[in-house]
């Protein structure tokens, strides 16, 4: 778990600079579905790609993107991240899906919901492809907290946070057939939900 340096953005923005230690990239096009990846960048690598792969050119997405080599310092975590961009777009949509990545070389997906519907339907659609959708202490994460990300929607029971482990993030940026069927599926869930 990563100790962060500062405690929100406010802090983060008075001694980092946007342009030079990170950038935001966002595109505002739908009233009901965002894609997140507030670690995007040299933070949490190739989060800010699949985000934008999933939002193709029809869904709203929002990226925090790190340039920088020390990423570690500019990592929020989800339950502190206020960047007021992030905030005041993601406040728009009624579904938010949050794309973050963590530890482990082998192939799992964690996902963490509020809302049951889609996270069976996702979970069913991904175990169909052969992704294996792994099963956590609820606790090792902090979805639930209300102050998280991805609870910043205008329904507070419509989020998703989807945590891809190392190997198929890796699996993904080598293999674009690979990303392409990922995306697909989280594609063909979220519209089915609208």
């Not at 342009?19 to 505002?28: E, F, M, R, S, V």
């Not at 949490?44 to 050119?57: F, L, M, V, Y």
């Not at 990300?149 to 190392?166: D, H, P, Y």
């Amino acid at each position: 778990m990563i100790t962060d340096l500062y405690k929100n953005f406010n802090e983060l923005k008075k001694e980092k600079k946007e342009g030079i230690d990170y950038i935001i990239k966002t595109h505002k096009n739908s009233w009901w579905i965002i894609i997140v990846a507030p670690h995007g960048g040299t933070i949490e690598p190739w989060t800010d790609e699949i985000c934008k792969n999933i939002a193709w050119g029809d869904l709203s997405y929002y990226c925090f993107i790190a340039t920088c080599e020390n990423w570690e310092k500019l990592h929020i975590t989800s339950s502190n991240f206020d960047e007021p961009q992030a905030i005041n777009l993601i406040k728009l949509h009624k579904i938010v899906l949050t794309i973050h990545w963590c530890a482990g070389k082998d192939d799992f997906i964690f996902i963490g919901w509020k809302n049951e519907a889609i996270r069976n339907a996702l979970s069913q659609k991904l175990r169909e492809n052969w992704f294996f959708v792994e099963a956590f202490e609820k606790s090792k994460f902090q979805w639930l907290r209300k102050e998280n990300i991805c609870n910043k929607g205008n329904n507070k029971l419509w989020w998703i946070q989807i945590e891809l482990s190392r190997g198929y993030r890796n699996k993904m940026l080598e293999n674009k057939n690979f990303l392409s069927i990922f995306t697909k599926i989280v594609r063909e869930v979220l519209f089915n939900h609208i």
